[in-house]
Nanobody
């Protein structure tokens, strides 16, 4: 059983930064792509960013491109999301998830974390 545990969320002012972490259990972490999604109150879950198993390829939603950076450390079984220039519209619960593909669709991901809240004040 794979477990994904997010951390690093919190309250930050607009223009600020946060770094989210997602720690994965198991020995197959480096075989899978990883992604970040978010869900704001009253809205559907949306794709944020994804990274290939090696870290050599990344993929971002247009809304975060240039502000967010996804990275991973396979030795630590951890994926990160560095979020800069945060905006109030980035407020959401952020989830990490695992996939065999470098994709943006939720159904392509088989394991999900419990989420971490990010709140950006104006």
């Amino acid at each position: 059983q794979v477990q994904l545990v997010e951390s690093g969320g919190g309250l930050v002012q607009a223009g600020g930064s946060l770094r989210l972490s997602c720690a994965a259990s198991g020995r197959t972490f480096s075989s899978y792509a990883m992604g970040w999604f978010r869900q704001a109150p009253g809205k559907e879950r949306e794709f944020v960013a994804a990274i290939s198993w090696s870290g050599g390829s990344t993929y971002y939603a247009d809304s975060v491109k240039g502000r967010f950076t996804i990275s991973r450390d396979n030795a630590k079984n951890t994926v990160y999301l560095q979020m800069n220039s945060l905006k109030p519209e980035d407020t959401a619960v952020y989830y990490c998830a695992r996939s065999k593909l470098l994709g943006s669709r939720g159904y392509e991901y088989d394991y999900w974390g419990q989420g971490t809240q990010v709140t950006v004040s104006s």
